[in-house]
């Protein structure tokens, strides 16, 4: 017996040049579930995920995956993992039926029926080459081969990219289907909150290289809370307001959403706001843009995107 | 493994037209159009290893962007066994791209026979091995693409090996004999130092170089960070850039040292007897391949002083010259074939087993005839096959007996020395030489008595790699062709020789590594040191059985002040100017020859200049290589060490170290303040490991640094607040 | 059965599970012995994480609104008083004071917080009227 984390990454840290793009990463991932990783486009999820199939040297630190040093992955060590990546990749003049069968070949199990019904879900055509696929067929390839070599943990790189609603939509079945009720675990990075929200029971947040956020989704939304104060969004809250995720404006009023928010929170809000805060309900999605918008440098940015 | 291998065969198939395309060129433009035409083995090879470049460039092209890599790496097989399946992909390839116009060009070769070409089918073989040598570019242009490195410098070491690799191989694969040769040149000589070669000091170089060169073995080894394979590969590519800069530092070393001449010095006799030595420049004859050799400048030659070769020659000069005239380059193997000699129009060549095919430029079928050991065939179908019939002489120095005053009569191999009549069809053993098994013939030359209508050859020097022997040959009756250089063909009575008196001669210093070896009219011998900077000459007397050293020129060193040679004694490695100075004083303290390097110049009064540059060099690259291994994250043992290489191999060190590490970031210790590499877990000042990062007070981690964290909040977030306010 | 998800709502989909098979028990359109759909079937159906929905099961099997039986799966659990009576009205009482003290900072007087909680009542339990 190993460990109970799938995952266990310890003072990760990886620099490019002066840039620290993963700082300090001190992830776990239980066995059995399914974890969100979040965050914006070069918050280092990409680079965490090579790292943690030992394809990046890290920095400083170390990870674990499966209970094996990422640096020292073996041939058993990698078909016990699955991990598609970024953008799907395959070989344009392999058709589905040469993807299969170059990757059954590379795998010591291969369930032939699983794969079956993931391409069928996707409505692919195993006569197909892989370059006349779309988007969403491709992701379907790359899933079904990932998943039909049978793997104990999936790391899966953005695999909604791009994808119309139908892929989406079977990209979701084809992972709740997969995960087999926790005896097998998933970690995908992704941009669509949705979708994290539904199939993920855990969220990890990455905002510029560092993880402010690594919890279920329940104690994730329950420890998060938002006030409406009839001011403009102001620097200076951060300093007044202890847990301050971030305060964005709203129709002229301003959200503040705090995390932990205990007694000295509600009074430091009610000094800010003299006395003219209102709680409101706050989603998912609202709590992990809270923590996205952190990251934006200009805070009308993320105002002028409309969400 | 298999599957990898038919993917990467289905992917390179693409560059299988390419390949043929290239290497086709190649092999097309390098079919000779006649017999002296200009084969281009080195063109060949070059478009081989291009290919492979190419192959290993589109592999790692179509697989090692970071998706990728992802996607073909993470398989249930060893990272190793994928590079192999590359591999073994990419030589299949490469296989069939060089085979088939290889084969093509060997057919060609095999229609045309040997009426028209001296080059047999067979003869491919040796190219085609070069070119398979040339894969070795493949792996190495693999490995530096998959090498994670973020400097190119450090990813680029495998190629410098591989490089010089196939460059080895190519040359041991076209002359088996001068492989060694010019390996040992290669490391140790043409490669060291212009001056110690000229002193002729094998020990000395190879103690030099071995020094150098370990070092740096030893510290790559000691240092990086890598598997045993790559370090190796690793050495071998930092030896070879080492090699390199000193190649570079030595060709500045050499301009630094005074010589008087900028060819080789050449010695003949004028029509009084005298010894000249003159510098001669060679200009291409009418018929386009012959070099006709005009002395521009020179000097009589006078036992006990130095000669002044800057003085003009004569008029009226006109040296009967004993020496060897063939330039030596034709006379070395090329993968082709063996090329004879040529007067006139007329072209002997010899293929590997000794048998002389005659050739006549513009006559067809070009071929005049074969000599076997049977005799003078007019055509090449009564030997049967030329190329694989038996041997005409053993280890045939193949020019000997055209150069030999415009005699094509005689024929010297390591058993002895033979005359062949054409006209008879006849050959006679003229001198038989006692045969070792070792023996290997190393030099020959004739000194020949010319007059106005008349020509003989009237002694004979050879030197085998045993015994040296001097003959004296006379004539008896009978009458032989000769031709003229220009191509004026005549007959002419020609004695028949015959060899009267012999002489055993003590062998010559092997460390003077003769260039040039001169017979006076009167039987002196001459020889020459290599070195246009050393005009060290020795003379025998014919009578006397005694070599007579001389010095007949100038010290052999003499260290200029002048501003250039600053900058050569600043990028010179200082481990090489070392051994080569004090190799050269060593040599001369027990060697019977004057002194051989004169380190002051009373006109100049440059030396402590330089020697002052010297040494700000010395320190100047040490302060430099410490600085960067700083940056670098070197300990403190590792950058001493490091600098006091340095200080032995000079540029070479940074040139190094900037190709092998790169920079690494430092950041302030959070505790101490001092900056400390991102890299490594513990400070070296402070000794702390890195602290968490500053928690930002809205974390949520659910594993057990939760309460902590929450705890550290609140007491921070109620000991700001007061204060904030 | 019919259980609604919606992702990114302000409840999160562990809530939203249990607040609607409370509801469907307390409506009685699933009554006692009625068998739940499994984590399994449900998380597919849903296509939601099965943690989740196991998470969910197991709050209302504490709370006593399901019950689990061994291999066979889960189904409406007798009504039974798994607390105490003074338990439960300290439960009662918590959960009202919550409501009671949100309805006073959101400016309600006491008898529209009363008013109002009649007709949410009558809105959740309509047959008991």
Not at chain 1, 87 to 116: I, K
Not at chain 2, 192 to 215: E, K, T
Not at chain 2, 496 to 523: C, F, H, N, W, Y
Request: hydrophobic fraction near 45%; include cysteine.
């Amino acid at each position: 017996m190993h460990s109970e984390y799938a995952i266990e990454a310890r003072g990760l840290t990886r620099y490019f040049g002066r840039t620290a793009v993963v700082r300090d990463l001190n992830l776990r991932i239980p066995l059995g579930s399914v974890t969100g990783l979040l965050g914006l486009n070069g918050a280092g999820k990409t680079t965490t995920l090579r790292m943690l199939l030992g394809f990046l040297e890290p920095t400083r630190g170390s990870c674990e995956v499966l209970g094996k040093d990422s640096r020292q992955l073996g041939p058993e060590d990698r078909a016990r993992i699955g991990y598609t990546v970024e953008g799907h990749f395959l070989y344009g003049w392999m058709t589905v039926r040469d993807c299969e069968r170059f990757q059954r070949d590379t795998f010591p199990r291969w369930n032939a029926s699983l794969f079956g019904e993931t391409i069928q879900r996707f409505a692919i055509d195993a006569s197909q080459k892989a370059r006349t696929l779309s988007r969403g067929q491709r992701a379907g390839v790359s899933l079904a081969l990932t998943l039909a070599a049978e793997p104990e943990l999936l790391v899966l790189d953005d695999p909604a990219l791009g994808l119309d609603p139908v892929s989406r939509r079977a990209l979701n079945e084809t992972l709740i289907d997969f995960c087999d009720c926790g005896r097998r675990t998933i970690l995908l990075s992704s941009h669509l909150l949705d979708d994290v929200e539904r199939v993920a029971d855990r969220v990890a947040i990455m905002v510029h290289g560092r993880l402010l956020v690594d919890a279920t989704v329940e104690e994730f939304c329950s420890r998060i809370r938002a006030w409406s104060i009839d001011l403009p969004p102001a620097s200076r809250y951060s300093e007044l307001i202890p847990g301050l995720i971030h305060a964005r404006p709203l129709g002229g009023r301003t959200v503040i959403t705090v995390v932990d928010a205990d007694q000295e929170t509600e009074a430091a809000i009610e000094r800010v706001s003299q006395a003219a805060a209102e709680r409101v309900n706050i989603t998912f999605e609202d709590a992990v843009l809270a923590y996205l918008s952190r990251s934006r440098k200009s805070k009308s940015l993320f105002v002028a995107s409309g969400v | 493994m298999w599957t990898i291998v038919s993917k990467e065969l289905r992917e390179l198939i693409r560059l299988l037209p390419v390949g043929l395309l290239l290497l086709g060129v190649a092999v097309w433009l390098s079919l000779p159009r006649g017999i002296q035409g200009s084969p281009n083995a080195a063109l060949i090879a070059c478009c081989a290893g291009l290919f492979a470049v190419l192959l290993a460039a589109m592999q790692g092209f179509f697989d090692f962007s970071d998706r990728q890599r992802g996607f073909l790496f993470h398989r249930s097989l060893s990272h190793a066994r994928i590079m192999y399946g590359k591999v073994l992909a990419a030589l299949i390839v490469y296989s069939i791209a060089v085979v088939l116009p290889l084969g093509c060009m060997a057919i060609y070769f095999a229609r045309m026979g040997p009426e028209y070409l001296p080059v047999h089918p067979i003869q491919v073989l040796p190219i085609l091995a070069v070119c398979l040598a040339g894969f070795a570019m493949h792996p190495a242009t693999l490995f530096t693409i998959d090498r994670e490195a973020h400097w190119l410098g450090t990813r680029l070491l495998p190629l410098p090996l591989a490089i010089a690799g196939v460059f080895f191989m190519a040359v041991a694969i076209a002359s088996r004999e001068y492989a060694f040769d010019t390996m040992f040149d290669a490391i140790a000589g043409v490669f060291f130092m212009a001056a110690i070669i000229a002193a002729g000091i094998p020990s000395a170089i190879a103690i030099g170089s071995i020094l150098l060169i370990g070092l740096f073995i030893v510290l790559l080894l000691a240092l990086q960070r890598e598997h045993f394979a790559r370090k190796l590969v690793l050495a071998g590519g930092a030896v070879t850039v080492v090699l390199t800069a000193i190649i570079f530092g030595a060709t500045l070393l050499d301009s630094l040292i005074s010589s008087p001449s900028a060819s080789y010095a050449e010695y003949g006799i004028d029509e009084e007897g005298e010894l000249w030595a003159f510098q001669s420049r060679y200009e291409p004859s009418e018929n386009g391949y012959n070099a006709l050799r005009v002395p521009v400048s020179g000097g009589r030659v006078e036992s006990d002083r130095a000669v002044n070769l800057n003085g003009t020659l004569p008029e009226d000069f006109n040296p009967s010259s004993g020496s060897n005239l063939a330039p030596l380059n034709a006379n070395r193997q090329t993968v082709w074939y063996q090329y004879g000699g040529a007067i006139g129009r007329k072209q002997v060549f010899s293929v590997p087993p000794g048998i002389a095919l005659i050739y006549e430029q513009g006559s067809t079928p070009p071929l005049q005839g074969v000599v076997s050991r049977s005799g003078f065939h007019p055509s090449a179908a009564v030997v049967g096959d030329p190329f694989t019939g038996p041997a005409f002489t053993e280890g045939m120095w193949a020019s000997s007996a055209l150069t030999a005053a415009g005699y094509d009569t005689l024929w010297v191999d390591r058993k002895g020395v033979y005359q062949f009549d054409r006209e008879r069809g006849t050959i006679t053993a003229l001198v038989e030489l006692p045969v070792e098994s070792a023996t290997v013939l190393v030099t020959e030359d004739f000194a020949a008595e010319e007059s106005a209508d008349d020509a003989k050859v009237v002694r004979l020097y050879v030197e085998t790699s045993t015994q040296a022997y001097l003959f004296k040959l006379t004539a008896a009756t009978g009458e032989a062709k000769w031709f003229v250089s220009n191509s004026e063909n005549r007959s002419r009575p020609l004695p028949e020789l015959q060899a009267v008196e012999e002489r055993t001669l003590p062998r010559l210093p092997k460390s003077l590594r003769i260039a040039m070896l001169g017979m006076s009219a009167d039987g002196s011998l001459v020889a020459f040191a290599a070195h246009p900077s050393l005009q060290r000459a020795v003379v025998a007397n014919a009578p006397g059985a005694e070599w007579k050293m001389e010095q007949l020129m100038g010290p052999d060193i003499e260290v200029r002040g002048s501003r250039a040679s600053a900058y050569m004694v600043a990028l010179t490695p200082p481990a090489a100017l070392l051994v080569g100075v004090v190799s050269l004083l060593i040599y001369s303290a027990v060697s019977d020859l004057p002194s051989a390097v004169t380190l002051n110049n009373p006109t100049d009064g440059g030396v402590p200049v330089l020697l002052l540059v010297g040494i700000v060099a010395m320190v100047g690259w040490s302060v430099l290589v410490w600085v960067l291994g700083r940056r670098r994250g070197f300990s403190t043992s590792k950058r001493v060490a490091w600098s006091l290489a340095t200080l032995l191999a000079g540029p070479v060190g940074p040139l190094l170290l900037i190709a092998l590490y790169r920079p690494v970031h430092r950041e302030a210790c959070p505790r101490c303040n001092h900056l400390r590499q991102v890299d490594r877990g513990l400070c070296p000042h402070c000794a702390s490991a890195w602290e968490a990062v500053q928690s930002e007070g809205i974390e949520i981690i659910d594993f057990e640094t939760r309460g902590n964290w929450a705890a550290v909040r609140r007491t921070e977030a109620s000991s700001s607040a007061p204060s904030s306010r | 059965m019919q259980i609604q998800i919606i992702p990114g709502s302000a409840q999160s989909i562990y809530r939203q599970i249990t607040d609607q098979i409370r509801r469907l028990v307390a409506s009685e359109k699933i009554v006692v012995g009625d068998a739940i759909p499994s984590v399994r079937q449900l998380a597919k159906d849903l296509v939601i994480n099965p943690n989740t929905v196991a998470k969910a099961y197991a709050e209302l099997v504490r709370d006593g609104v399901l019950e689990s039986h061994q291999g066979r799966g889960y189904f409406v659990a007798r009504r039974k008083n798994i607390f105490s009576k003074t338990e439960r009205l300290r439960r009662l009482d918590e959960s009202l004071d919550a409501a009671i003290s949100e309805g006073i900072t959101l400016d309600f007087s006491v008898e529209e917080i009363i008013e109002r909680m009649q007709v949410r009542i009558n809105k959740l339990l309509p047959q008991e009227h």
